[in-house]
């Protein structure tokens, strides 16, 4: 039998500006409902970590264990090799994969996680599903998931609306989901959790510093024109070059306001096996 493939398109894709964006991402800031429940001689797998920032940090947090990362894009695990290789970080591994079908046998690790995953694949049940079957009795299945219909944002500039509709319409036509964070919860229960082993909280990345309103509107603007999500965009039909060139020049008047504040919230799930 054939295994399982990822059938969704991702919709940011790796572009420079969408890495800029992943490698600010730190355990800290978005792993942090997740660093109490562990403990230093665990497994842990990283199920699409991408440049491996979070993965390399949460290395530190399993001194006497071990962290894999699992990623689909092979290029970009090259910069999460260097990153660990330059941090001197030793017990950690970065291999090619497919979530939907896990390389590893039942029962494997002590907890395995995701972050901003899910919403961007086809069935993100069967990957919860496949989360669960490679964690131990006992184990950990974790999840973070952004919700961008509750994005909030001032000033109202006008475009951003049309920003954020735009930007669903583009990653449900790519297959996935991009309201996920609030439904992820649901999703592990229809996995196989039973509903009082899934603790759900949210938190919000939160910019509103003249830098970090610099740094989001900047990187926000030229993904909108050059990086994977306006390719589908377009070949969606959903947008047309200069369509999309007007929403790149929104992000930036949005910026250049002296009270702008973004709020970018996700659901989280940790669901015990």
Known sequence: MTAKTEAATYTHGHHASVLRSHTWRTALNSAGYLLPHIKS????????CGPGTITVDLAGYVPDGRIIGLERAA????????LAKEKGVKNIEFVVGDANALDYPDNTFDIVVCHQVLQHVKDPVGILREMRRVTKPGGLVAAREADYGSFTWYPEVDGMKEWQSLYQKVATSNGGEPDA????????????FAPDSVT???TSW????KEEIEW????????TIASSFADTAIEAGLAIKTQLEAVANTWQRW????????SAPSGEVICKK
């Open 206 to 209: 939160c910019y509103n510093t």
């Open 181 to 192: 964070g609030r439904m992820v919860h649901a999703w592990a229960k229809k996995a196989g």
């Open 216 to 223: 989001w509107s900047g990187l926000w603007s030229e993904r």
């Open 75 to 82: 290029k970009v695990l090259d910069q999460a090799r260097n």
């Open 41 to 48: 001689d665990m497994m842990i797998l990283d199920i699409g």
């Open 200 to 202: 759900c909280s949210v």
């Open 255 to 262: 910026g250049e306001e002296e009270d702008a504040w973004f």
